[in-house]
T-cell receptor, first 112, second 115 residues
């Protein structure tokens, strides 16, 4: 059974600081997704990582994928309050048009 | 707006009621999904449809009955639900995986409360 684990599950940090969210998954996958969810809202796609060593950056967020270690990281640089949200990583359940198995999410609060 | 719409956005129903959730995507995708998000569990995949055919049922109780009449529409029929079924139900769509970018786009969700 595929398991996706995120840590930390809760993170409170100050503006201007850097931090990293980790996502481990239990079975082989060459794809990994990061989503953001604001309170009461749906999921917004942040990054699609498609290969080992993939790195993508958007503003203050940078995501990477190590398929050999079955690990992805989401790095936050010089955090700002607007980045407060819950962040999810997800891995496909299998090949083809598959659903995703999500981690529990990291609830991120950035204090001004 | 992601191109995936869901109605209703909020629904309150009794345990003996029958109701349906509707999802429509305007992205030309061929795969559609139902997910459940509750306070007590991580986001859970419920059903997957690919070209109108159900390809995955994640051990969902029979009181949830999906229907996919075409690639643009997906329904979730609800009957004799339990209070623990109260959750946010999210619909998503995507193109089938072809080795290129493959991304699921989520609708705004239906907040369901079972009384």
């Amino acid at each position: 059974e595929l398991k996706v684990e995120q840590n930390p599950l809760f993170l409170s940090m100050q503006e201007g600081k850097n931090y990293t969210i980790y996502c481990n998954y239990s079975t082989t996958s060459d794809r990994l997704y990061w989503y953001r969810q604001d309170p009461g809202k749906s999921l917004e796609s942040l990054f699609v990582l498609l290969s080992n060593g993939a790195v993508k950056q958007e503003g203050r967020l940078m995501a990477s994928l190590d398929t050999k270690a079955r690990l992805s990281t989401l790095h936050i640089t010089a955090a700002v309050h607007d980045l407060s949200a819950t962040y999810f990583c997800a891995v496909p359940t299998g090949g083809g048009a598959d659903g995703l198995t999500f981690g529990k999410g990291t609830h991120l609060i950035i204090q001004p | 707006e992601t191109g995936v719409t869901q109605t209703p956005r909020h629904l309150v129903m009794g345990m003996t009621n029958k109701k349906s959730l509707k999802c429509e995507q305007h992205l030309g995708h061929n795969a559609m999904y139902w997910y459940k998000q509750s306070a007590k569990k991580p986001l859970e995949l419920m059903f997957v449809y690919n070209f109108k055919e159900q390809t995955e049922n994640n051990s969902v109780p029979s009181r949830f009955s999906p229907e996919c009449p075409n690639s643009s529409h997906l329904f979730l029929h609800l009957h004799t639900l339990q209070p623990e079924d109260s959750a946010l139900y999210l619909c998503a769509s995507s193109q089938p995986w072809t080795g290129d970018t493959y991304e699921q786009y989520f609708g705004p969700g239906t907040r369901l409360t079972v009384t």
